[in-house]
């Protein structure tokens, strides 16, 4: 009984190792190494308001940039694989949606400027986002992910083009224009790489935590 049970542990511990490897070899998208992230919650009667919540985020890694050995800095409201939450649909905006068949279910990461630097992933085309695009009266924007970016527009150029973003019959959607295009990385397990991906201005629907995420030398 000893020794079959010995086997068994043995095979399971090479089983496990051998998953472990694999998970291991698999790019994420993103570089965890020199990365450092923190959850930031704010409380108190001084951060009631979006615009104070605003403030102290932006001027909070505003600071932590000019840190010695900080070489980019930036928050987001749910991190790679920790948080696979906030999955919800998407939809060419220039498109009917129908019965329902042209809607893409994406992770919608609210992010402020230089994120995709602090955590890594490359910029393939156009733009970041900026503190410009959250002035009062402008049209919303997104960045898109790769494989958002393929299922949406398949035949055309994403730049410029209008991705609609919550549920048909619901609200009216938020519609945003696509400035830019970043890699896949993994968002909601890390097996999954190529999970569509969308990144909003934080600004643009303020919350009181978010966390951190720091890159440094």
């Known amino acids: 009984f000893q020794v079959a049970l010995s086997v068994t542990l043995l095979v399971a511990a090479a089983l496990l190792g051998r998953?472990?490897?694999r998970l291991k070899a698999i790019d994420p998208g993103f570089r965890p190494n020199n990365l450092l992230t923190a959850r930031i919650e704010l409380?108190?009667?001084?951060?009631t308001e979006p615009a104070s919540m605003v403030r102290f985020f932006t001027e909070f890694?505003?600071?932590v940039r000019a840190v010695p050995g900080v070489t980019a800095a930036s928050a987001v409201n749910?991190?790679?694989i920790i948080d696979p939450v906030s999955n919800i649909p998407v939809w060419d905006a220039d498109r009917p949606t129908g019965d329902g068949k042209a809607l893409t279910p994406a992770f919608r990461r609210r992010v402020l400027p230089s994120y995709f630097d602090a955590m890594g992933i490359p910029l393939v085309a156009g733009r970041d986002l900026d503190e410009a695009d959250t002035v009062s009266g402008r049209a919303p924007v997104a960045v898109i992910s790769q494989s958002l970016a393929r299922r949406l527009f398949p035949t055309s150029a994403p730049?410029?083009?209008r991705v609609a973003i919550g549920i048909p019959g619901g609200p009216p959607p938020i519609v945003a224009e696509v400035v830019g295009v970043v890699g896949n990385a993994a968002v909601n397990r890390l097996t999954r790489?190529?999970?569509?991906?969308?990144?909003v201005p934080y600004q643009a629907a303020s919350r009181a935590g978010l966390r951190l995420v720091v890159r440094t030398s």
Not at 43 to 47: E, L, R
Not at 193 to 199: C, E, G, I, S
């Open 61 to 63: 890694t505003d600071e």
């Open 78 to 80: 749910y991190l790679p």
């Open 19 to 21: 998953s472990l490897m």
């Open 43 to 47: 409380t108190g009667d001084a951060y």
């Open 193 to 199: 790489v190529d999970a569509p991906a969308l990144y």
């Open 159 to 161: 730049l410029g083009r």
